[in-house]
T-cell receptor
Framework: GENVEQHPSTLSVQEGDSAVIKCTYSDSASNYFPWYKQELGKGPQLIIDIRSNVGEKKDQRIAVTLNKTAKHFSLHITETQPEDSAVYFCAASSADSNYQLIWGAGTKLIIKP | DGGITQSPKYLFRKEGQNVTLSCEQNLNHDAMYWYRQDPGQGLRLIYYSQIVNDFQKGDIAEGYSVSREKKESFPLTVTSAQKNPTAFYLC??????????????FGEGSRLTVL
């Protein structure tokens, strides 16, 4: 079955700098890759997603890139702000997994003032 | 406002007791899910339901039970058979995942502690 690995587990960056979180997946049939943000005491919330027919997608300060050959995808946050501090989860799904999301272990992003 | 409501937010249970976590949604979504979240791990699927009166086991269903008698409600019972029930439980809903599209909308979670 699908396995998703996420790195790093904790990332600390200076406010205003960029942050990059990476995920690798094992199932070459996976074709949908969302990123969720979880603030303290809340449920995760979708921030961006990408499908396998696209290599990059951008939404303001957030971008996601996908390398199907290498089976990895990354979240890029530019000009980080204090409100970006949260836990970020990547996930992958395919028809083989009955479209259920397989989740990475999460990255705790800390923005230092 | 539309959304998902989980209750209670915090729950304490003695060993050997069953406990039921509530999840209600007014988003008119057909699909609902229960996930378990442990520190340093990704979300793990317990049960999901694509339609009323039907549900399927996820990856870690042992020791849990669910019902889906109404579209809006998907309660989760943590039974005494669950060996390590202390965790953060998240309920979610979405449009049916037949095409693996569709955002998951999560509640704010229920934290269960077994004393």
């Amino acid at each position: 079955g699908e396995n998703v690995e996420q790195h790093p587990s904790t990332l600390s960056v200076q406010e205003g700098d960029s942050a990059v979180i990476k995920c690798t997946y094992s199932d070459s049939a996976s074709n949908y890759f969302p990123w969720y943000k979880q603030e303290l005491g809340k449920g995760p919330q979708l921030i961006i997603d990408i499908r396998s027919n696209v290599g990059e997608k951008k939404d303001q300060r957030i971008a996601v890139t996908l390398n199907k050959t290498a089976k990895h995808f990354s979240l890029h946050i530019t000009e980080t702000q204090p409100e970006d501090s949260a836990v970020y989860f990547c996930a992958a799904s395919s028809a083989d997994s009955n479209y259920q999301l397989i989740w990475g272990a999460g990255t705790k992003l800390i923005i230092k003032p | 406002d539309g959304g998902i409501t989980q209750s209670p937010k915090y729950l304490f249970r003695k060993e050997g007791q069953n406990v039921t976590l509530s999840c209600e949604q007014n988003l008119n979504h057909d699909a609902m899910y229960w996930y378990r979240q442990d520190p340093g791990q990704g979300l793990r699927l317990i049960y999901y339901s694509q339609i009323v009166n039907d549900f399927q086991k996820g990856d870690i269903a042992e020791g849990y039970s669910v019902s889906r008698e109404k579209k809006e409600s998907f309660p989760l019972t943590v039974t005494s058979a669950q060996k390590n029930p202390t965790a953060f439980y998240l309920c979610a809903s979405s449009t049916p995942r037949a095409t693996n599209t569709g955002e998951l909308f999560f509640g704010e979670g229920s934290r269960l502690t077994v004393l």
